[in-house]
């Protein structure tokens, strides 16, 4: 995803809310084509045989590490949310979004939650910028496993390249799998996590 | 719709990819497909974003509720390796290393 077109995107789609009224029942159409976009991200998780053979690869143990990135990411996110007077399971599902801010952001705004759906955008981008902000120290001063965890989803694509020149080229097939685990979690843990409130 | 058929269509959709092995010219259509919809989505988050009156108003507000939670679910993650670490042990990247 190219964040300034996703942005400009956005902010046509703001400007056209304001000025226009567009013949389209937008609640309606967009139940649908989440159900496409599901579609379409489970077909391409599927046939993406790489991420389970590095998830065979590095061993179930490991497995570990992810699953304790996605649970912190949540419960830091529950916390920030009771603190900062967001609704708990709200809150709870942006940081389900694990850095993957498109698909996140989509899930939510399209259940029910625009408001939600705005903060998952712009929350999971931020995210994406402390990874890449972070990964290097983190890396030098605690290891590799804790340069994956801001990283979050986005260690199988966009941070991955910068969590192989920080802890070695070993290291990739660890945050491949760790991604793409945390990624195949985001479709399901999101909207799970933002039912909680009813 | 039911959240469950959603989560049903997303693994059914999963068993299909899995199994189905598509090729991978269909897989760089799928994944462009998949662009074009999340940027139209992204465009009907925005369109109702811009109908929102409440929503629109309360942006700075969320805009720093953003930022509390991108830091704080980034310190609860390191907080979860932290305490997982252990148990993992030390990668030891023997076998990859030596394959390249």
């Given amino acids: 995803m190219n964040i300034p077109l996703l942005i400009a995107v956005l902010i046509g789609g703001i400007v056209a809310g304001r000025f226009l009224q567009l013949p389209i029942d937008s609640r309606i159409a967009s139940e649908w084509v989440l159900l496409i976009l599901l579609v379409l991200v489970g077909i391409l998780l599927g046939a993406d045989r790489r991420a389970l053979q590095a998830i065979f690869r590095v061993g179930f143990r490991f497995l570990l590490i992810p699953l304790a990135i996605a649970a912190g990411s949540i419960a830091g996110a529950a916390v920030a949310g009771l603190l900062g007077g967001m609704p708990v399971h709200e809150a709870a599902a942006v940081g389900g979004g694990f850095g993957w801010y498109s698909l996140s952001s989509v899930i939510l705004a399209n259940s029910g939650y625009p408001q939600a759906g705005a903060v998952a955008l712009m929350s999971n981008i931020m995210r994406e910028v402390i990874a890449l902000a972070t990964i290097p120290l983190l890396a030098r001063k605690f290891g590799a496993y804790f340069a994956l965890a801001p990283a979050g989803a986005t260690a199988m694509d966009v941070t991955l390249p910068l969590i192989v020149r920080s802890s070695g080229a070993a290291v990739g097939l660890l945050a491949f799998a760790s991604g793409a685990l945390l990624s195949l979690l985001v479709p399901v843990v999101v909207p799970l996590l933002v039912r909680l409130g009813g | ?100």
Avoid: C
């Fill in chain 2, 1 to 100: 719709m039911d959240m469950i058929w959603m989560l049903a269509a997303l693994l059914a959709a999963f068993l299909v990819g899995l199994i189905g092995k598509p090729p991978k010219r269909l897989v760089t259509y799928i994944e462009y497909a998949l662009t074009a919809v999340i940027y139209f989505l992204i465009f009907l988050m925005g369109y109702n974003l811009g109908r929102d009156d409440m929503i629109f108003s309360r942006l700075p507000q969320l805009g720093a509720m953003s930022l509390a939670i991108a830091a704080a679910a980034v310190i609860g993650s390191l907080a979860g390796v932290f305490l997982v670490h252990p148990i993992v042990g030390r990668y030891k990247p023997h076998n990859e290393a030596s394959e390249r």
